[in-house]
């Protein structure tokens, strides 16, 4: 699994369930909004604007791209170790 919570920003992507109510939409909202708090922490706290390293994230359709918070460079991450 790659590092830097790019998994979870992965999955948060994939969520796709919306909920038969507003309480249910209310919780899978919650539940996304979670998934991308990692990678976006993570961004932040190295000084960079957290929606856009998301972004830039989840424009890259690859599994182990990310963003690696130490060089401030996009990349594999299982690569850069």
Same mark, same amino acid.
Request: charged content about 15%; proline content about 4%.
């Given at each position: 699994v790659a590092g830097g919570g790019v998994a979870l920003l992965r999955a948060s992507g994939n969520l796709k369930a919306t909920g038969a109510n507003s309480d249910?939409?209310?919780?899978?909202?919650?539940v996304r909004?979670?998934?991308?708090?990692?990678a976006r922490q993570i961004a932040a706290n *190295?000084?960079?604007?957290a929606s856009i390293v998301a972004g830039k994230i989840l424009d890259n359709k690859g599994a182990t791209f990310g963003y690696n *918070?130490?060089?401030?460079?996009?990349?594999?991450?299982?690569a850069m170790g």
């Open positions: 249910q939409a209310a919780g899978i909202n919650i909004r979670a998934l991308q708090a990692p *190295a000084g960079a604007e *918070a130490q060089t401030g460079e996009y990349g594999d991450m299982i």
